[in-house]
């Protein structure tokens, strides 16, 4: 593709920023340098800060109409569509995914962003007259303000379409800080923005560091509300960042899914999307269904079904289109998720395919890996691995899949396999998460929400509600004609 290189973002143009340095990219599947971007400075931040801070106290955004904004935001859509293959590409080899998949991500980045010019339209409050005699009252939806987005690797041009185009459509103005391993599509993007006829300062982008301009930006006492996703750790840290200045806050965080498969159900199905729940953009998905629950009586043959089937996969080059796990994100992160695979076998976990590094390849691969007969007592039962590597554990009854399903830290999704719809209502009622599929996974669409529950977070992305968390409601109560006296007239008067 060329190499590329990203100055910062802000006010409408790219400017060179008073960061000293550049953060290089190499792709993780072939070691090659592919992009600098600029190695943001808390100064870069400040200037971000403000441009947004004068586009929504001065500039037009706010002040245009629901219909003029969703134009804007169409238009973006569309210059989307066309730059297709350029994203597309460019997802590709900074983040390692197959390209198989990543074309979900720019398509999904297009429907968000149609979705969220038609809320630009809907942006509305409720009326009142029967608080009282002569009583008017207005509950207006207004703009939160500036918004500070923090967005992780695993889907830069999607995540970033999560909040965005929501954030613009409720007439607020946005600085992101993109990951530090991903940037580019968040540049690039946010030029298609002001092609679209976004106006100068009503989208700007910082890169670089999370403990530099990541931490300045969330804490900065020039903002009205933080997005973030990210991991459970960064996000409670970023939580207490905001709590200094009492802003608020809505944190996607991490998950352990629990995929579970009974035996009532189209079990060709369930194989696929045991596959498709772990193996699913290498595995660094943050609703994964990394955790599968097979129940007793099918579990020998269900387990065998999708072990052949994950040998059958083919790791490397994320540009074949027959490619079905690519290069993880970083070096630090392939041993990480090794560290885990070898703690699962110290552990006792029994393991039925893979388990190591894959060899020979340039890039930063690990095998397809599988464990059965994992207990809750291990690391890889209970900890986000992040890499394709799923955890097996066999239940007998309704209430032992429920249960270990339940026995997790996170709460962000679910996922239950069953042609029994009383079992399946039954069950999504118990499960302790936000989102909850049944005889589907790792599905949605811009009018569902996604939220967490426990140490998955909270707030809302996507949908009416996570429009709404860009907006802040006011209560305006208006008395028509003469308002009956309070205190009395005393003393004669
Ligand atoms: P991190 O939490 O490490 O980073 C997320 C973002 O936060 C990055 O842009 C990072 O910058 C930035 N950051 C780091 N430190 C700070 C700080 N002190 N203040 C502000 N920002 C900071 O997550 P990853 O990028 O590793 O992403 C993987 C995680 O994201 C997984 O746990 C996954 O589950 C979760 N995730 C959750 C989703 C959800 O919707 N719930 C969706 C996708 C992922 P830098 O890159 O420079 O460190």
Redesign the pocket.
């Known amino acids: 593709m060329g190499m590329r290189s990203y100055q910062q973002f802000i006010g409408g143009r790219f400017v060179a920023g008073w960061g000293t340095g550049s953060i290089e990219r190499r792709a993780p599947a072939s070691g090659e340098r592919i992009a600098t971007y600029a190695d943001g400075s808390p100064t870069d931040m400040d200037l971000a800060v403000e441009s947004a801070r004068i586009a929504f106290e001065e500039g037009p955004w706010p002040r245009m109409s629901g219909m003029e904004r969703a134009e804007v935001l169409n238009r973006l859509a569309e210059l989307i569509r066309a730059n297709r293959e350029r994203l597309l590409g460019i997802e590709v080899e900074e983040v390692g995914k197959p390209i198989r998949f990543a074309r979900g991500d720019i398509d999904g980045a297009i429907g968000l962003t149609r979705y969220a010019a038609s809320l630009a339209m809907q942006m509305a409050g409720l009326s009142y007259t029967n608080i009282g005699e002569g009583k008017t009252a207005l509950v207006t939806r207004e703009p939160v303000g500036v918004v500070a987005l923090?967005?992780?690797?695993?889907?830069p041009a999607l995540?970033l379409s999560q909040k965005v185009p929501f954030a613009l459509a409720a007439g607020c103005t946005v600085v992101l800080?993109?990951?530090?391993?991903t940037s580019g599509s968040a540049f690039e993007i946010a030029a298609l923005a002001s092609e679209a006829g976004l106006p100068a300062g009503a989208f700007n982008v910082v890169s670089?560091?999370?403990?530099t301009v990541?931490?300045h930006?969330?804490t900065h006492p020039g903002i009205d509300f933080v997005s973030?996703?990210?991991?459970?750790?960064?996000?409670s840290?970023?939580v207490a960042?905001t709590s200094r200045h009492l802003v608020k806050s809505s944190v996607?965080?991490?998950?352990k899914s629990a995929n579970i498969v009974f035996a009532d159900a189209d079990l060709d199905a369930a194989i696929d999307g045991a596959l498709m729940g772990v193996f699913f953009n290498n595995g660094e998905c943050?609703v994964s269904g990394s955790r599968l629950f097979v129940q007793s009586s099918i579990a020998d043959q269900f387990i065998a079904k999708v072990v052949a089937r994950a040998r059958a996969m083919k790791v490397g080059d994320p540009f074949d289109e027959d490619t079905d796990i690519g290069a993880l994100i970083d070096s630090n992160h392939l041993e990480k998720v090794a560290g885990f695979v070898r703690g699962g076998i110290e552990d006792g976990a029994e393991l039925v395919l893979g388990g190591n590094i894959a060899g020979g390849m340039a890039g930063h691969f690990h095998e397809a890996t599988i464990f059965d007969r994992v207990e809750p007592r291990m690391a890889i039962f209970r900890e986000?691995i992040?890499g394709p590597v799923l955890s097996i554990t066999r239940f007998d009854t309704t209430d032992d899949a429920v249960r270990l399903a339940n026995d997790t830290a996170y709460g962000?999704s679910n996922y239950i396999w069953s042609k029994n719809i009383d079992t399946v209502l039954t069950v999504a009622k118990r499960l302790r998460s936000g989102w909850v599929q049944a005889n589907t996974i790792i599905d949605g669409a811009p009018q569902l929400p996604?939220t967490?529950v426990k140490g998955?977070?909270f707030g809302y992305?996507m949908g009416q509600a996570g429009f709404e968390e860009f907006t802040q409601l006011k209560t305006l109560l208006i008395q028509t004609g003469s308002r009956a006296p309070v205190f009395p007239i005393r003393g004669g008067q």
């Open positions: 923090v967005t992780p690797w695993n889907f995540i800080k993109p990951s530090e391993f670089g560091y999370g403990a990541g931490d930006l969330t973030f996703t990210g991991s459970t750790r960064t996000g840290r970023v960042n996607e965080l991490g998950g943050c986000e992040f962000l996604l967490g998955s977070g992305e």
